[in-house]
């Protein structure tokens, strides 16, 4: 079990070194919540490890939040929608790309929507990566769940998300400059090491040199 602050936890479902990659859960009073969902049945076996050392099951996840439409986070959905009964839920220009990769009902949901579990959950639209490619702040936290919106190392140097993975690389590394409209202590993404404390210093000096 890796918890990273009270109430969120992350899944690592790194395979090799250098490939690091996660998905989170957040113990919220209202509800479980998962953000991301992996592509392997590995993944599907992590999240469930996840579940189970926390005291939870699967039916306590309440709703699964993706951050975009790529392979890696989406491909479990039909069997983890089936395990949970949840509402997925992306952008709103992210959910109909996610129906017809998966076949499962995405709920679009606009920028700056403001979930109300955890303190307040809301959605940023950083186009670039893809088209509704989005982070969700965590308001009560100061933590930014970034997903590809950034990329990083081992060590957590950050840096744009590579084009190789890019719908548009200068549109995704124009826009990471969105994030720092928030207050953040705390930068969580999926390839890399996640940061606790002082990450907004390190967003900014990134966006700075690419600007
Ligand atoms: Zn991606």
């Given at each position: 079990m890796v918890k990273i602050l009270d109430n969120v936890y992350s899944i690592d479902h790194s395979e090799a070194k250098n490939h690091s990659m996660e998905s989170w859960i957040l113990d919220c009073s209202e509800g479980t919540i998962l953000i991301d969902g992996g592509m392997t049945p590995q993944h599907v076996d992590n999240i469930a490890a996840e579940l189970k050392s926390m005291g939870k099951k699967w039916s306590d996840i309440k709703?699964?939040?993706?951050?975009?439409?790529?392979g890696d986070h989406i491909r479990n959905l039909p069997q983890l929608v089936e395990l949970t009964g949840a509402p997925v839920q992306a952008h709103e220009y992210e959910a109909p790309l996610i129906k017809e990769t998966v076949g499962v009902e995405v709920k679009g949901l606009a920028d700056h929507t403001?979930?109300?579990?955890?303190?307040?959950?809301e959605l940023i639209h950083v186009p670039g990566h893809s088209e509704g490619n989005s982070s969700y702040y965590l308001k009560k936290h100061r933590a930014m769940i970034a997903g590809d919106t950034i990329f990083g190392d081992e060590d957590g140097n950050l840096m744009p998300p590579p084009e190789r993975y890019c719908l548009d690389v200068e549109q995704a590394t124009r826009e990471m400059r969105r994030l720092l409209d928030y207050d953040f202590d705390v930068f969580i993404y999926t390839h890399g090491k996640d940061i606790i404390g002082g990450a907004k210093e390190k967003v900014k000096a990134l966006v700075e040199e690419h600007s």
């Open positions: 709703a699964i939040l993706i951050t975009h439409k790529h403001v979930l109300p579990w955890c303190g307040g959950i």
